[in-house]
C-alpha cells in the first residue's frame, strides 16, 4: 500500500519533488516499530518477518530518503537525529491511514471512532463505566478497547493503532505525552483474617517497578513468594479459588470484602500506585480531546474518593 507524500515533508528532507510520487507503508510501519522495539529482531518477531526483511526495508527507506535513521550497536537500534525528524512524519503518515481505515468502515450512524488500550486491573469497573458513560454522551463515536501491558500499550500508540492508553509505568517518548490520572490504593487482602501473616500463601502481584520498590524497602526481609502473578485479575481468581492473600486495588477488592470473600490483613499498610494516560503529543482530532477531557473528568472523581 502507497500514500502521497506531502510537499512539507519532501521538503524537509530535501527530496526532488519530480522524482518522488510514492511512500511504502511496510517501510513506515517497520520503521516504527523499530522506535518501538529498539531493535531489528524484535520488530522482525512482532511484525512475523524475517530480520533481514526488516534490515532490508529500512535500508530501502533510508536509499529512499538519502539519510541514515539508525545507529545499530549492542544495545539496540538508536534514531539518528534525522530519524528523529522522520519519525514525527512517519508517525502521522500512519495515524492517517488508520484513521482513514477506521472511519471508511464505519457504518454511516458514526461519525468517527477511538481505540482506547489499558491495563487489565483498569478495565475492571472503571473504564467499562467510562466506555458506558461515553456511549451516552457522544453515542455517534465507535470506541474500540483494548487490554495491554505498557509495553504493547505504548508500541500501539507508537504505531498508530491506538489513540489514548492508560497504565501504570508509562515510559518517556518523544512522540508521546504523559498525564497523570489518579492514585490506585493497593490494600493487602486475604481469604483468612485469623490466619498470621506473611505465610506460604501469600501470591506476589507485579504491579510494576514502582511497587516492587516500596515492597523490598517495606518488607526488606521477606523471601520470594511461592507464587508470582502479572496480573491482579489473575491473584484474584488464585486466592479466590485456593485461599491466600495479595495486594489488589481497593475499587476491585471492595465488592469482595462486602461479600466476606475477602478481608483486609490487619495492620497491614496500604500502597499509592499512580495511574497515567498516554496519548500523541501533536494530535489535534477534535474526537481525542474529547476522549481525554472525559478521562481527566474521571480522574477527578477518582482522586476525590482518596
Not at 516504527?32 to 531489528?40: K, T, Y
Not at 484513521?99 to 461519525?111: G, K, N, V, Y
Not at 482506547?116 to 475492571?124: D, F, N, P, S
Not at 508470582?228 to 471492595?254: D, K, M, Y
Request: glycine letters at 6%.
Amino acid at each position: 500500500m502507497s500514500v502521497v507524500l506531502d510537499k512539507r515533508f519532501l521538503l524537509d528532507f530535501n527530496i526532488d519533488i519530480s522524482d518522488t510520487k510514492f511512500m511504502d507503508i511496510d517501510q513506515i510501519r517497520t520503521f516504527l516499530g523499530v522506535v518501538a522495539n529498539n531493535s531489528f529482531l524484535e520488530t522482525a518477531n512482532r511484525l512475523h518477518v524475517t530480520q533481514s526483511t526488516v534490515s532490508t526495508r529500512i535500508q530501502r527507506l533510508e536509499a529512499y530518503l538519502g539519510v541514515t535513521l539508525f545507529v545499530r550497536n549492542r544495545s539496540g537500534a538508536t534514531l539518528t537525529l534525522a530519524g528523529q525528524r522522520f519519525f514525527r512524519h512517519a508517525k502521522s503518515f500512519l495515524l492517517t491511514l488508520e484513521q482513514a481505515r477506521h472511519d471508511i468502515r464505519l457504518p454511516s450512524r458514526f461519525h468517527a471512532s477511538i481505540t482506547v488500550g489499558a491495563r487489565i486491573a483498569l478495565w475492571e469497573e472503571l473504564l467499562p463505566r467510562w466506555v458506558g458513560a461515553m456511549r451516552v454522551l457522544v453515542p455517534d463515536i465507535s470506541i474500540r478497547s483494548e487490554i495491554g501491558f505498557e509495553e504493547d500499550l505504548i508500541r500501539g500508540l507508537i504505531e498508530g493503532r491506538m489513540d489514548v492508553s492508560m497504565m501504570y509505568t508509562p515510559q518517556q517518548n518523544p512522540g508521546l505525552q504523559i498525564e497523570y490520572l489518579f492514585d490506585e490504593t493497593l490494600a493487602l487482602v486475604t481469604t483468612d483474617p485469623d490466619k498470621p501473616w506473611p505465610n506460604e500463601d501469600y501470591i506476589y502481584v507485579d504491579w510494576g517497578p514502582i511497587f516492587y520498590e516500596w515492597h523490598n524497602n517495606y518488607y526488606p526481609d521477606m523471601e520470594r513468594p511461592p507464587q508470582v502473578v502479572n496480573i491482579g485479575w489473575l491473584g484474584v481468581q488464585l486466592i479466590i479459588s485456593n485461599g491466600g492473600s495479595c495486594f489488589l486495588p481497593t475499587r476491585i477488592a471492595e465488592p469482595l470484602i462486602q461479600a466476606k470473600k475477602l478481608f483486609v490483613v490487619p495492620g497491614s499498610t496500604q500502597f499509592k500506585l499512580p495511574a497515567y494516560m498516554m496519548f500523541p503529543r501533536d494530535s489535534d482530532s477534535p474526537v481525542l480531546q474529547q476522549v481525554l477531557e472525559s478521562l481527566r473528568s474521571l480522574a477527578v472523581i477518582e482522586r476525590q474518593k482518596t
